[in-house]
Each structure stands twice: as C-alpha cells, then as structure tokens.
C-alpha cells in the first residue's frame, strides 16, 4: 500500500487503489511532480493538458497509462497534420502549445538599455522584481548598466542660479556721475551767490 496527498487539495491518495493523476515538466522544463486525485485533475484538466508536457493516470486495474509524455506518443487529441498524419506530441501544436503559436508571429522584445530588437530565439538576459516585473536585456553588459544605474541613480542636475542683473556701476561710470554732481552744486553755489547779492539791500 502507498499513501501520499494530493497536491492541490491536501486529501489522502492510496495509489494502488485510489484512481490518481501525476503531472510534471511545466513548459517543457523540469518541474516538481503533482500527484492529484481525479476530482482535482478533471477540474482543471485542460490548464494541465496545455502546459504540462508529462501526465500519467494511474488506476488499480489498469496500472500507469500515459496521456503525454516526453517520447513519441500520437497527439492526445489525435490532431493531423497536412497530410492527414496524426502528428506526435513532441513536434504538435496542440500538445505543446507554449513553443507554437499559429496565430500570431514569435514576439520580438527591445533591449531596455540600447533598444535592440531582442527575437525569441535569441539569447535573453533578464531580471525580475519579485516575479512581477521582467526587463529584458540583449546582453550582459547592457543588464550590468542597468543594475548600476539602479543602484547608483544619477544625481539631477542643480538649477542654475538666478541672474543678478542689478550689477553695480563701473567705476567709469561713478566718475563722470560724480563729475556731474559737482559741476551742478558749483553752478547752483554760484547761482545761489549771485541771488544773496542783487537782494542784499545797498548801504550808503
């Protein structure tokens, strides 16, 4: 007798008689194994078959039996290509529909730093904030760059200094005002002079 969980609601499994599913390799890439009981399974059976590139279902009676796997196997649904050949798992859009998209081209990304147009095939360097933010780079000088001026942020520029355009006088200036000023207290003096005399009253 085995006993185990189901991954997704935690109830216990016996595998040698309880009918179970295992789930595994996300995308195509090594992922942890799901184990899970039929009800769990069939309530998301198709978010399995569309990103799960290994499952298996596991009866008493029957023992192990391969829904996809990662050798040839015919298409799950039994999709055929062109000319009516039912096409393997492995090279079948159906199967494996996160490395074929018939509708739409492969996306094509710019490099956050210089701008380089980044195809899906190409060499990618990324970096993720908690999972929820990606920034891609095309290389790892331009990721490098990035991180620095994340790190380091360049201080703003300060903001010029407001122009005093009240300058003071030049000295050449102050001279010939100067000049001036006395040249007008002496005529004023002399006119001031010659005021006192007419209204000074004559003596015998």
């Known amino acids: 007798m085995s006993k185990t969980s189901c991954s997704i609601c935690h109830k216990k499994i016996d595998t040698d008689v309880d009918t179970n599913y295992n789930v595994s390799w996300y995308h195509g890439k090594s992922s942890n194994l799901l184990i899970m009981d039929e009800v769990c399974y069939l309530a998301k059976e198709q978010e399995y078959l569309d990103n799960y590139e290994v499952i298996w279902k596991e009866t008493e009676k029957e023992g192990a039996n391969f829904i996809k796997n990662r ?37 094509v990304k710019n490099c956050l730093i210089c701008g380089e147009k980044i195809n899906q095939n190409q060499t990618q360097w990324t970096y993720t904030n908690n999972e929820i933010e990606k920034k891609v780079f095309c290389s790892s000088e331009c990721l490098e760059k990035w991180i620095g001026q994340k790190n380091n942020p360049q201080q703003p ?3 010029p200094k407001p122009q005093n355009n009240n300058k003071g006088m030049s000295t050449e200036t102050k001279i010939i005002l100067g000049v001036v000023i006395i040249f007008l207290i002496f005529i004023i003096g002399l006119i001031g002079v010659r005021v006192y ?3 000074r009253p004559k003596t015998s």
């Open 71 to 107: 050798e040839k196997k015919d298409c799950y649904a039994g999709k055929k290509d062109q000319n009516g050949k039912i096409l393997q798992q492995q090279n079948c859009p159906h199967c494996q529909p996160w490395k074929y998209n018939e509708d739409t081209p492969s996306p």
């Open 157 to 159: 520029n300060p903001l």
């Open 197 to 199: 005399k007419r209204s």
